[in-house]
């Protein structure tokens, strides 16, 4: 029996697409960006970089802006590492639909938990920007115990936190390696978020694949959850 959902943060509660767009501004006003490209040209690049080199690091994005001519004067990483930390600090943007979701899923009984790689202040940040910081049964950032996904050490931790099994929750997230292969590894069921670079492969093979959240109550009916958006329950 189910008891428990579980989620990433990035990509798939917090919308980094809409925060990119939204901080388009900041970032001419930081560096020495090329007059000549609109915001939403800008806002394009940098949300295709997010979605195709976020897994590999910051520096890869920063490269591919640069060799898409964003820069006129590219930043140094450090200055762009920092500008990425402070903005994402000051704006959060959430998928509209996420808080309804989770408070449905709650008012069902059900536990709800979230996993996420990063430092606690900037995790956190998101979390309070976005109204998702008191909904939550449990928030597990791996910067606050040294242990990152896919190391199914920070799922097992996570399910004795909730007072369940690995067997009883669904993990829920946009990355084949860390989410799903962390969480299958762990002995969850595990539902892919197909939104950012769709060509992910893994070693495990997701229970179910949705676009985005809106689909999740539907997928959930495979594991015994009832949807109770369509009012089955």
């Known amino acids: ?4 959902i579980i989620f990433d943060l990035d990509h798939t509660l917090f919308d980094r697409h809409g925060t990119l767009t939204a901080i388009v501004p900041a970032l001419r006003r930081a560096f020495h960006v090329n007059a000549a490209l609109s915001d ?3 806002a394009g690049i940098w949300c ?5 080199y ?7 994005i920063l490269a ?3 060799e898409k001519g ?4 590219p930043p140094q990483y450090p200055e762009y ?5 402070r903005e994402f600090a000051r704006v959060a943007v959430p998928f509209p639909y996420a808080l309804p979701m989770l408070r449905r899923f709650k008012k069902q009984g059900l536990l709800v938990g979230l996993i996420t790689n990063g430092q606690h202040a900037l995790q956190y940040s998101k979390l309070e920007h976005t109204g998702l910081e008191y909904v939550f049964d449990e928030i597990v950032i791996s910067g606050d115990i040294g242990i990152e996904k896919p190391d199914r050490e920070i799922f097992d931790y996570t399910c004795e936190r909730l007072g369940i099994t690995p067997a009883e929750a669904v993990y829920v997230g946009d990355n084949r390696k860390n989410d799903i292969d962390g969480a299958a590894g762990a002995g969850m069921r595990t539902v892919w978020i197909k ?9 495990h093979d997701p229970d179910a694949v949705i676009g985005d959240l809106r689909g999740l109550p539907e997928a959930l009916e495979q594991f015994g959850i009832r949807n109770a958006e369509s009012g089955i329950i």
């Open 48 to 52: 295709y970089a997010d979605d195709h």
């Open 81 to 85: 590492r920092s500008f990425i930390f």
């Open 1 to 4: 029996m189910i008891k428990a």
């Open 64 to 66: 591919y802006l640069t």
């Open 54 to 60: 976020v897994y590999d690091g910051w520096s890869y």
């Open 70 to 73: 964003v820069f006129t004067d």
């Open 40 to 42: 939403a040209q800008i």
């Open 195 to 203: 939104s950012t670079n769709p060509g992910q492969t893994g070693q």
